[in-house]
T-cell receptor, first 112, second 117 residues
Framework: GNSVTQMEGPVTLSEEAFLTINCTYTATGYPSLFWYVQYPGEGLQLLLK?????DKGSNKGFEATYRKETTSFHLEKGSVQVSDSAVYFCALSRVARGKLIFGQGTELSVKP | GAVVSQHPSRVICKSGTSVKIECRSL??????MFWYRQFPKQSLMLMATSNEGSKATYEQGVEKDKFLINHASLTLSTLTVTSAHPEDSSFYICSAPPHEGYQETQYFGPGTRLLVL
């Protein structure tokens, strides 16, 4: 079946540190891949997405590249800020506007 | 961006009562809406797909008679937790992809926290 696996949290970093959150997936065919972010007390927001192999999604300094050969979609940011503290979810969708399958979420805490 | 609202944001009820949660798309139409459940420190688990004008599609293991879904219009879906028990306490989240246009993006509501005593 389809599934998403993320690295476990919580992840604690100092401001301006480099961030990597690993995400791997299992799916038939060619799913679309997403990163969603959930700030404290708020709903999920789309952070970035990639719809085909080798696509790079980017937003707010975050990047992730769709790697079909390693079935991965790791999230990276060169210099994190305190305001990036949130829970990050990797997800896949098999069809356009279809249901999302989420990873378990990774809590990020950035200290000043 | 598009907005999805949920009401109520939090509810406390007694065991055995029913609770209705509303999910509205405020500035777009959605023929499909998704209902998720999120336990503390865990991921979102899809419960069901709500389809406007037809029956909802439930994921394996989700009791359709306990979690009643009604997609009354192109902007409203409701989830009713019937005869709620403490184990139903959770965070319920809905999402909706805009009906028009090819968009992979789904918009999420802020969630409803249910506590059953």
């Amino acid at each position: 079946g389809n599934s998403v696996t993320q690295m476990e949290g919580p992840v604690t970093l100092s401001e301006e540190a480099f961030l990597t959150i690993n995400c791997t997936y299992t799916a038939t065919g060619y799913p679309s891949l997403f990163w969603y972010v959930q700030y404290p007390g708020e709903g999920l927001q789309l952070l970035l997405k990639a719809t085909k192999a080798d696509d790079k999604g980017s937003n707010k300094g975050f990047e992730a590249t769709y790697r079909k050969e390693t079935t991965s979609f790791h999230l990276e940011k060169g210099s994190v800020q305190v305001s990036d503290s949130a829970v990050y979810f990797c997800a896949l969708s098999r069809v356009a506007r279809g249901k999302l399958i989420f990873g378990q979420g990774t809590e990020l805490s950035v200290k000043p | 961006g598009a907005v999805v609202s949920q009401h109520p944001s939090r509810v406390i009820c007694k065991s055995g009562t029913s609770v209705k949660i509303e999910c509205r798309s405020l500035d777009f139409q959605a023929t499909t809406m998704f209902w998720y459940r999120q336990f503390p420190k865990q991921s979102l688990m899809l419960m069901a797909t709500s389809n406007e004008g037809s029956k909802a599609t439930y994921e394996q293991g989700v009791e359709k008679d306990k979690f009643l879904i009604n997609h009354a219009s192109l902007t409203l879906s409701t989830l009713t937790v019937t005869s709620a028990h403490p184990e139903d306490s959770s965070f319920y989240i809905c999402s909706a992809p805009p009906h028009e246009g090819y968009q992979e993006t789904q918009y999420f509501g802020p969630g409803t926290r249910l506590l059953v005593l």
